[in-house]
């Protein structure tokens, strides 16, 4: 599967913006898709995570704030962002696997595909 990942733009802090990681490829619905970020000198961190069956898990950092949720009949899982922080700048990566069990939905070597980034920028 190939996964595209879009939306990402400069916001102010408290707005909000919409990421969209669009998949090809067959079988989309049986895919677990994670979505990752990592800041400027930082590690990638996960950030949440839609299973096929469309349970959702999250950083801390991020609930209450981020929804994620999938489209299968659009091959789409989008990332809602809401409340942006400054500390929320980072570029977002979407990744998926077909076999990712639910102990490992946070580990990002644990997904066998991952799309390109696309950057948010949350400016005080």
């Known amino acids: 599967v190939q996964l595209q990942a879009s939306g990402g733009g400069l916001v102010q802090a408290g707005g909000s913006l919409r990421l969209s990681c669009a998949a090809s490829?067959?079988?989309?619905?049986?895919?677990?898709v994670g979505w990752f970020r990592q800041a400027p000198g930082k590690e990638r961190t996960f950030v949440a995570a839609v299973r096929y069956n469309h349970n959702t898990v999250y950083a801390d950092s991020v609930k209450g704030r981020f929804t994620v949720s999938r489209d299968n009949a659009k091959s789409t899982v989008y990332l809602q962002m809401s409340s942006l922080k400054p500390e929320d700048t980072a570029v977002y990566y979407c990744?998926?696997?077909?076999?990712?069990?639910?102990?490992?939905?946070?580990?990002?070597?644990?997904?066998?595909?991952w799309g390109q980034g696309t950057l948010v920028t949350v400016s005080s």
């Open positions: 490829g067959d079988s989309f619905s049986r895919y677990t």
């Open positions: 990744a998926a696997d077909s076999r990712i069990i639910l102990s490992s939905l946070r580990t990002g070597r644990e997904y066998d595909y």
